[in-house]
T-cell receptor, first 112, second 115 residues
Framework: ETGVTQSPTHLIKTRGQQVTLRCSSQSGHNTVSWYQQALGQGPQFIFQYYREEENGRGNFPPRFSGLQFPNYSSELNVNALELDDSALYLC???????????FGPGTRLLVL | GESVGLHLPTLSVQEGDNSIINCAYSNSASDYFIWYKQESGKGPQFIIDIRSNMDKRQGQRVTVLLNKTVKHLSLQIAATQPGDSAVYFCAESLFYGGSQGNLIFGKGTKLSVKP
């Protein structure tokens, strides 16, 4: 186990709704990244947070937003859910200045 | 080969044999590479990484080889065990702005180990 935890494990929403996913990083890890993994695909980078600010973003629309808290935990918010948002959402943490990212177990989101 | 949608490349090996999983990366400027193992229903698990100033790195039962000339990465697993059955992803990243950037993942290879 990596020490990265995510909640909830599974979630079902309907199109147009909003969702918040949560991540607690491994102890001492101050940088958190979020990835979206569609079925049968590799994870795709959404954004990264360091010092409570977004410091890198992938090709995702503004309805994907996030927060990082002083204890380094993080949230991913998705507004106006679409069917294609159905995926496994992964959180990864690392220590700034080091390369290795450690992933949590993910949250499986299904949008109906 | 390339995968489309749900059809991942699959490697099937006999228990005890060595496995070689290959990956072509996209950016010649990438300077950090990493292999992850992902079991069904779980998040990616770190296996081994390598920086671009190296061409080989060994871990416990695993070896990563990097060929920058042809932008190719491989993961070798010695004495493959049933517990090695999973999907394996390679990922690359680029150091910029004072920190290592986000990971760019390949499509993955499914390893099946026959007892």
């Amino acid at each position: 186990e990596t020490g990265v935890t995510q909640s909830p494990t599974h979630l079902i929403k309907t199109r147009g709704q909003q969702v918040t996913l949560r991540c607690s990083s491994q102890s001492g890890h101050n940088t958190v990244s979020w990835y979206q993994q569609a079925l049968g695909q590799g994870p795709q980078f959404i954004f990264q947070y360091y010092r409570e600010e977004e410091n890198g973003r992938g090709n995702f629309p503004p309805r994907f937003s996030g927060l990082q808290f002083p204890n380094y935990s993080s949230e991913l918010n998705v507004n106006a859910l679409e069917l294609d948002d159905s995926a496994l959402y992964l959180c990864a943490s690392k220590i700034t200045g080091q390369e290795t990212q450690y992933f949590g177990p993910g949250t499986r989101l299904l949008v109906l | 080969g390339e995968s489309v949608g749900l059809h991942l490349p699959t490697l099937s090996v006999q228990e005890g044999d060595n496995s070689i999983i290959n990956c072509a990366y996209s950016n010649s400027a990438s300077d950090y590479f990493i292999w992850y193992k992902q079991e069904s229903g779980k998040g990616p698990q770190f296996i081994i990484d390598i920086r671009s100033n190296m061409d080989k790195r060994q871990g416990q039962r695993v070896t990563v080889l990097l060929n920058k000339t042809v932008k190719h990465l491989s993961l070798q697993i010695a004495a493959t065990q049933p517990g090695d059955s999973a999907v394996y992803f390679c990922a690359e990243s680029l150091f910029y702005g004072g920190s290592q950037g986000n990971l760019i993942f390949g499509k993955g290879t499914k390893l099946s180990v026959k007892p």
